[in-house]
């Protein structure tokens, strides 16, 4: 059965939510999966892996998000938010470290309003660099105004498409604003990235798999997957963390129904278990985004205890992952990542 579907989902990228509940319930598919979804990512965005040098300019957020470390009310949190010539400066840096693209991202930062951000923006795009930004829900008007200052990418992810759920763990927030956020940024044409928290207090695999269809009905060019992780500093800080292998079939059926995306080799997969992230990049996964926060900083962007590579230096980081690509038969691309959108006939 299982290699039927795996063959099914291979060639035609499409299941319905039975069968992608019935993958993501089995254990004993993985390899399969991840092989199938491996072939998959070779046919359609190559052995490329696309490098995007992140920084973390605020940890100052609005929100009360009960599984994240940046919430409102979490008061043993270090705030910080970098001055502008800092980013632009950790940019530069980027540049030089070959990196194509810069992910800004922070929590939900009043203070960063359109006008502050946007000369930022122009002075990273001056410098040749592809910008994407993660810093949360915009009006439709202010995320004209960032792609019309140099934005080309927005990160934006949903964690469940459980609506139950989603507004039990984000108080205070609406599914459906969300969605009308991503459907906005879709409209100005901005590549748009979205992705989940695998191990959600009260998910079922079934939200996984309606996750899956959620993303492939909005035609991400970007999906993260990642586990949960408990911070002792929320409310789900006794939680259970979410099953590496569970987000790992997640990440090969993401690629098999999505095969254009790019998926990134996250960070929190690392964090769980060290090696993981070959793992990934072995299961479909085609983007890491290297941190390029210097010093003390990257500690205090404390999503989640324990972050991989906290006390490496930027420099370190890129090394290490050259040479584990390297190992990997897996090359650094050289192109900015863009979306390559292909038919099956031209591939």
Request: glycine letters at 8%; one cysteine or more.
């Amino acid at each position: 059965m299982w290699q039927r579907l795996i063959e099914k989902a291979e060639e035609e990228h499409r299941l319905c939510e039975g069968e992608i509940t019935a993958l993501l319930s089995s254990p004993a598919a993985e390899e399969l999966l991840a092989a199938a979804a491996d072939r998959v990512r070779k046919r359609y965005v190559g052995d490329g892996v696309h490098l995007r040098g992140l920084i973390e300019f605020s940890n100052i957020c609005r929100r009360s998000c009960l599984y994240c470390g940046l919430r409102r009310e979490n008061e043993k949190a270090e705030r910080y938010r970098l001055p502008p010539e800092e980013i632009v400066r950790l940019a530069r840096k980027a540049r030089g470290y070959g990196y194509k693209t810069v992910v800004l991202q922070g929590g939900e930062d009043s203070f960063w309003s359109v006008d502050r951000l946007s000369p930022v923006l122009r002075e990273i795009r001056a410098l040749g660099l592809v910008i994407t930004l993660s810093i949360g829900e915009c009006s439709e008007a202010e995320y004209r105004a960032l792609k019309e200052a140099g934005a080309s990418r927005f990160l934006l992810r949903i964690e469940t498409t459980d609506r139950e759920l989603y507004e039990r763990l984000d108080p205070g927030m609406s599914f459906a604003a969300r969605c009308a956020c991503l459907a906005s940024l879709r409209t100005l044409g901005y590549e748009v990235g979205t992705g989940s928290l695998v191990g959600l207090p009260g998910q079922s695999v079934a939200s996984l798999a309606r996750d899956i269809l959620f993303f492939q009905a909005l035609d991400a060019d970007m999906v993260g997957i990642g586990p949960f992780i408990p911070n002792g500093e929320t409310p789900l800080g006794k939680a259970a963390a979410g099953d590496i292998r569970l987000t790992r079939r997640m990440v090969s059926l993401v690629r098999l129904l999505l095969p254009e995306a790019n998926i990134p080799a996250t960070t929190a997969m690392e964090t769980l278990v060290r090696g993981a992230r070959a793992g990934i990049l072995r299961a479909g996964a085609n983007v890491v985004m290297p941190n390029v926060t210097e010093g003390d900083f990257r500690r205090k962007y404390a999503l989640y205890p324990g972050k991989a590579y906290v006390r490496d230096t930027p420099e370190e980081c890129r090394l290490s992952l050259r040479e584990e690509l390297s190992q990997m038969g897996r090359f650094v691309a050289e192109d900015a990542g863009f979306r390559r959108r292909r038919s099956i006939e031209d591939t």
